[in-house]
């Protein structure tokens, strides 16, 4: 059974940082390209950044792009999402998922971005 349980999320203030993990069991970790995606409350599921199974190739939202880096540790199989500058339209539940649908995803984690 696939299981992803992501961390790290909180209120911080506008230009503050954060980095969010995931978790990941139940499946082999390192054969499968790993996505963040991120839904802002009454808005739909957005896709935020991608890294191939070997931790390479890293793909960014063009709002994310220059701010947040996406990384993995095979070895833990972890996921991780360094999130700098943040602004307060980055304020949404934050998912890791390995399914290219993301229709599989982990509870996720709130991030809040706000004076």
């Known amino acids: 059974e696939v299981q992803l349980v992501e961390s790290g999320g909180g209120l911080v203030q506008p230009g503050g940082s954060l980095r969010l993990s995931c978790a990941a069991s139940?499946?082999?970790?390192?054969?499968?390209?790993m996505s963040w995606v991120r839904q802002a409350p009454g808005k739909g599921l957005e896709w935020v950044s991608t890294?191939?199974?070997?931790?390479?190739?890293?793909t960014y939202a063009n709002s994310v792009k220059g701010r947040f880096t996406i990384s993995r540790s095979n070895a833990k199989s972890t996921l991780y999402l360094e999130m700098n500058s943040l602004k307060p339209e980055d304020t949404a539940v934050y998912y890791c998922?390995?399914?290219?649908?993301?229709?599989?995803r982990g509870q996720g984690t709130q991030v809040t971005v706000s004076s």
């Open positions: 890294i191939n199974g070997g931790g390479g190739s890293p």
């Open positions: 139940g499946f082999t970790f390192g054969a499968y390209d």
């Open positions: 998922t390995n399914d290219p649908k993301y229709t599989s």
